[in-house]
C-alpha cells in the first residue's frame, strides 16, 4: 500500500492526472470532454476517487453521485449512485484490495450525509462493475432488467424505499443507426467516430444523439444510461463497443 496513493479528483487537479487512463488535455478529446462534463456536475455531489500509484501512474478509480442527478435510467433518490469502478491497467495492480478500499470510502460518505444507501447497476462483461465486489459488502439485488442488467443496493435504513430501474422507452427513432453517448464515459468518442463511418461505408442512415443532462440520461432505452446503439429500432448494444465488434454485429444483419 506503500506505493499507493487514493487521490479526490476536484475540478482544480483533475486535469493533472487524468481520467480512465487519458491523461493528455490537448491530446484527447475523450478527456476533454470528461473533465468539462466533471467541473459541471461536481457541484451537485459527482466524486471521483483515483487510483494512484508512484511507480505505476494512473491505476484506477471510483466515480458516484447522489442518485437524484445518476446518468443511468434509475430512481436512485436519496441513495449514493456508484457510476463506475475499476483497478488495474496493469495486472499486478488487481487484486489488492484497492477497489475494495474505494467502495468503502463511497459507503462511508454516503452514510455521513445520511442518505439511505449506496446502489449500482451491474452486469457481466466489459464496461460494467463487477458485482461480487458489492455483493461482498452485503449489496442484495432490488430490481433487474433485459438482458442481464442488475440493480444493487446497500440499504442503510431497511423502511426506506429500494432503488429501482425507470420505464424503458421503446425505441423509435426509425430505421437506420441511431447511436446514443454522453460524456459521462470517455470510452464513447473514437470507437463511435469509427463506427459512424463504418455505417457510412455501409450505406446505413446513422445519426448521433448526444446526451446533455441527467434527465435525459435517465430516459434512455438502455440501462448503461449513457451509451447505446439503435438499429432499425432495435437495440444491438447496451454498452460501449469496438468498431470490429459492430462490424460483426451488422455482418448478421445486413443481407
Not at 461482498?136 to 426506506?160: I, W, Y
Amino acid at each position: 500500500m506503500e506505493d499507493i496513493e487514493i487521490i479526490n479528483l476536484s475540478p482544480d487537479n483533475i486535469a493533472d492526472y487524468g481520467v480512465c487512463g487519458y491523461k493528455d488535455v490537448e491530446k484527447h478529446l475523450e478527456l476533454r470532454r470528461k473533465i468539462d462534463w466533471f467541473k459541471e456536475y461536481y457541484p451537485f455531489g459527482l466524486r471521483i476517487k483515483a487510483v494512484i500509484s508512484k511507480t505505476g501512474g494512473y491505476q484506477g478509480m471510483l466515480e458516484y453521485i447522489p442518485g437524484k442527478y445518476a446518468h443511468r435510467p434509475v430512481n436512485a433518490e436519496g441513495y449514493m449512485f456508484i457510476h463506475c469502478i475499476f483497478v488495474g491497467f496493469k495486472k499486478e495492480f488487481k487484486g489488492k484490495g484497492y477497489a475494495s478500499s474505494l467502495v468503502d470510502a463511497c459507503i462511508s460518505e454516503a452514510k455521513d450525509l445520511n442518505m439511505n444507501g449506496v446502489a449500482v447497476v451491474t452486469r457481466k462483461g466489459a464496461f460494467m462493475a463487477d458485482r461480487g465486489i458489492f455483493i461482498k459488502k452485503g449489496f442484495t439485488p432490488v430490481d433487474s432488467v433485459k438482458p442481464d442488467f442488475e440493480l444493487l443496493a446497500l440499504k442503510f435504513d431497511e423502511k426506506a424505499a429500494s432503488p429501482s430501474f425507470r420505464a424503458f422507452p421503446a425505441p423509435d427513432y426509425g430505421n437506420g443507426l441511431t447511436v446514443i453517448r454522453s460524456a459521462q464515459c470517455p470510452y464513447s468518442v473514437k470507437n463511435v467516430d469509427a463506427i459512424l463511418e463504418t455505417a457510412k461505408k455501409l450505406n446505413i442512415k446513422a445519426s448521433l444523439v448526444e446526451i446533455r443532462d441527467y434527465e435525459t440520461a435517465q430516459k434512455t432505452p438502455c440501462a448503461f444510461g449513457t451509451f447505446c446503439i439503435i438499429h432499425n429500432n432495435e437495440v444491438i448494444s447496451h454498452h460501449p463497443i469496438s468498431n470490429t465488434r459492430f462490424e460483426n454485429i451488422m455482418s448478421h444483419r445486413i443481407p
